[in-house]
């Protein structure tokens, strides 16, 4: 029996690009789910729950499809902070994340639309930042302008230059998609990889 077809429920082009490394045919399909947190909903819980939703969410349109879900939040001092959105949010964000640590969770599930099974799990990974002034801030954003990236930030880019040092057991985690999870979650479901 053939592969069941590898479906990316995310409309992130960040995401695309890491999964395209695994050299696995994939389609993308837009995820349709609410992501606002629960009252007291902490962060690891909060990403895991909506990768597991979008994962499902793209199981309606792909039925017959192992569907990828995924989800991110920073977390500073115990607060979420969001996408900023707008220049002014990302240069605010950055101020507060310049000398501090921050931890990424992001959430990641692997569903089979057909057998029903769910494999989810949640990745942190930790970035250390320099201190930065607010003309170095400022002239990131300008040549960057990360407004859709948690944290203000893109680590694939110019990003890394904010960093004093990085923390975890899977770099693509801070981007998005953690390949080496989802790796271990492909093999278990048959999937041939390298």
Known sequence: MP?????????????????????????????????????????????RRLAEAKARAGAVHFPEGLVIGSDQVAVLEGEILGKPGSHARAHEQLGRLAGNSVTFHTGLCLYNAVSERVQADVVPFRVH??????EQIERYLEKEQPYNCAGSFKSEGLGITLFRALEGEDPTALIGLPLI????????????LP
């Open 3 to 47: 592969p069941l077809p590898l479906i990316l429920a995310s409309t992130s082009p960040f995401r695309r690009e890491l999964l395209a490394r695994l050299a696995l045919p994939f389609d993308v399909c837009a995820p349709e789910v609410d992501e606002a947190a629960q009252p007291g909903e902490a962060a690891p819980d909060l990403v």
């Open 181 to 192: 999870r989802l790796t271990d979650m492909l093999l278990a479901e048959g999937v041939p």
């Open 129 to 134: 930042f320099r201190e930065l002034s607010a």
